[in-house]
């Protein structure tokens, strides 16, 4: 066995090194000080017209009122402190009907009929110590491996625990766990599924990860893993980098997937790689977006579509899109109801 050994005056050095770093937490100003609150106004109108002669309905119309009031607390004073995060929404029908119902901006009855109102509310505790932050309760996370749904009246939102550290310059450590999941047209949580197979639950979603920004915060590399478990396992690599050229500023995210089935395959086997390329060409607010991709899957019906609790694969069977492509990993397909997220499926 090998031992790494370091001279006392080392270690002292390393110790006064890490004291004179300023923390988060040492800039705290107090619970209520640093303290924000929001209220959101949304409101959604829903048409979707059906042409093929053998659809169930015609088409889907409804018309809906929401709120969405968020609180943040700062944290305490002191080495380790405490906070309080809380949100609470509600949603009102304006107009909908048995035959137009089912846009998913409100729960339905089994009866066809949209609920006249629904709402819920939650709240997460938190602890920070330096720049490392806990997080217990409900949460909205976005990571590139999963993302909260907001394209409807009121967001969705998970039941877990996470974990960030931000302790040396540049890198930023992250790891979760969600073991329920309240879908953006419900007041109630659920047990996590996949969206090919909403009735298979899964117990948890466990994550990992880390980023490392440098380059005078040019260039970012990540690396992740997650894990529904007796579904799916899935690692991501990425490398983002922006770079000025005159007027010009020229960009590169660059992504590869690994996907494989996990546990006791609850969803069937599930194998596949993919790597995509975006890249971006910016002259002032002027983007012009090249995008590529390439896959190997098992072709055999693609049994995981996005997930319902976690989305499934960040890559697009098309990278044409309406939604900011700086987001790590993520290339998202708009359809004329919602922002969906496919898997990488031949």
Known sequence: MTYLSFP???????????????????????????S?????????????????????????????????????????????????????MFGVKLDSGPQRSGSELLPVHDDGH?????????????????????????????????????????????????????????????????TAVSLRNSSDMQDLSAWAAPTVMSDSFNYAGAEYRFNEQQTLIGAWHSQLEDIYQQSYLNLLHKQKFGDWTLGANLGYFIDK??????????????????????????????????????PAGCPCMAAVGAPWAMTCSTAISATPMNVPGRLVMTTTSSLSVFPACS
């Open 8 to 34: 006392p005056r080392a270690l002292l050095g390393g110790a006064i090194a890490l004291a004179l770093i300023p923390s988060a937490q040492a800039e705290s100003s107090g619970f209520f000080e640093d």
């Open 36 to 88: 924000k609150t929001s209220l959101t106004l949304r409101n959604y109108y829903f048409n979707r017209d059906f042409n093929d002669p053998g659809a169930s309905k015609s088409k889907i119309e409804e018309w809906a009122q929401g709120a969405i009031l968020k609180f943040s607390s700062g944290f305490t004073p002191g080495v380790v402190g405490f906070g309080l995060d809380g949100i609470a």
């Open 114 to 178: 949209a609920a006249d109102n629904y709402g819920r509310a939650g709240v997460a505790a938190k602890m920070r110590v330096s720049d490392t932050e806990l997080m217990l309760g409900e949460l909205m996370p976005d990571i590139p491996l999963l993302r909260y749904d907001d394209g409807r009246l009121l967001p969705q939102t998970f039941q877990g625990t996470t974990l960030v550290s931000r302790e040396l310059p540049g890198l930023s450590l992250q790891a979760g766990q969600y």
């Open 261 to 298: 089935d996990d546990g006791s395959a609850r969803i069937g086997n599930v194998q596949s790689h993919t790597a995509y390329g975006l890249f971006s060409a910016n002259l002032g607010a002027i983007p012009c977006i090249w995008g590529c991709r390439k896959s190997a899957a098992i």
